[in-house]
């Protein structure tokens, strides 16, 4: 992730990330009690471009607010810095992590002061192999009445750490966790779509993050004249279905190949959702996919 040459971004002012650091007294680093993003920025034929910027960073405010962490940067600061970072860095295709931690204070009260660090690295490709073989994990998403969920809080990250470890324990890339009514929530960073009949179909908002990436999702599916829907589902409608993928910043879109090892049905190349993941690599490289429409009517 960083070298001798890296900077980063914390407490104000860019440093060597080899010599920043930060306490060991703190709410952040005893019980998770930070909020982050994860971002990614592309070469495009316009310069380097970090995708979606205003949303993750309206995202992390909101994230800050909802976990009642004082936080003051507004979201133009925030992608200027970020921008800034990556040009010290001579990054373009890279993967950046903001993250808001509470300062000195040990207390189960909500801080009292924040400092955002801001780190960069390069980033090519997405975070698992193509054509993911997932099963549905002995994990349950946190109950949302437990924790606030819509926030991309660190402590929620333990859960997806057991539900990710366990999956590759046994065997498969990934792990598709269920909500506390036993209907597909997401994998452990990233949202979660089956298709059926060229129709797409995602979870609805209560346990889980809604990605921008998902929200992504819906905008080319307007654009292509894809129709998809938003509903509480069980596995076994999910098992079996035409395709599935995850998607996320960092996963991008990534295509599954078997649910609890039931196969998809359609050759990836021959689903709607092949389509999808190559308009959204069209669209962070900033370059047009209309012509696909027509791959949908042939
Ligand atoms: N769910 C979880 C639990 C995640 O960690 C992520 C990654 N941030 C997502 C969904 C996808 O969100 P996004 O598309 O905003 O990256």
Redesign the pocket.
């Known amino acids: 992730y960083y070298n001798e040459k890296t900077m980063l971004y914390y407490d104000g002012k860019f440093q060597e990330a080899t010599t920043a650091s930060t306490g060991l007294y703190g709410q952040s680093l005893h019980y998770g009690y930070a909020v982050f993003?994860?971002?990614k920025s592309y070469k495009t034929k316009n310069g380097t471009k970090i995708f979606?910027a205003k949303?993750?960073y309206d995202?992390l405010k909101k994230s800050a607010e909802l976990m009642m962490i004082p936080f003051d940067y507004s979201t133009e600061e925030m992608i200027d810095l970020t921008y800034k970072l990556l040009e010290m860095n001579n990054l373009s295709n890279a993967y950046i992590r903001p993250l808001v931690i509470c300062s000195p204070n040990m207390s189960l009260s909500k801080g009292n002061k924040s400092s955002l660090i801001i780190e960069a690295w390069s980033w090519d490709n997405g975070y698992l192999s193509d054509h993911a073989r997932i099963m549905t994990s002995s994990f349950e998403?946190p109950n949302p009445k437990a924790f606030r969920i819509e926030a991309?809080a660190s402590g929620?990250?333990v859960n997806?750490i057991l539900a990710s470890q366990e999956a590759k324990d046994k065997g498969f890339d990934e792990a598709m966790l269920l909500d506390g009514n036993g209907n597909v929530a997401?994998?452990?960073?990233?949202?979660i779509f089956y298709e059926k009949d060229a129709k797409l179909y995602t979870p609805a908002k209560g346990s889980?993050?809604?990605?921008?990436?998902?929200?992504?999702m819906f905008e080319i599916c307007d654009q292509l004249g894809i129709s998809y829907e938003e509903k509480f589902f069980k596995p076994e409608e999910m098992e079996g279905a035409d395709a599935g993928f995850f998607?996320?910043?960092?996963?991008e879109v990534v295509a599954l190949e078997s649910l609890n090892n039931i196969p998809f049905k359609l050759k990836w190349e021959n689903s709607v959702s092949a389509l999808i993941q190559k308009a959204y690599r069209h669209l962070v490289f900033e370059e047009d996919y209309s012509y696909l429409k027509q791959a949908l009517y042939v």
């Open positions: 993003e994860g971002i979606k949303e993750h995202r998403r991309k929620h990250y997806s997401e994998s452990s960073g990233a949202n889980i993050l809604p990605g921008i990436t998902r929200a992504t998607c996320g910043t960092a996963a």
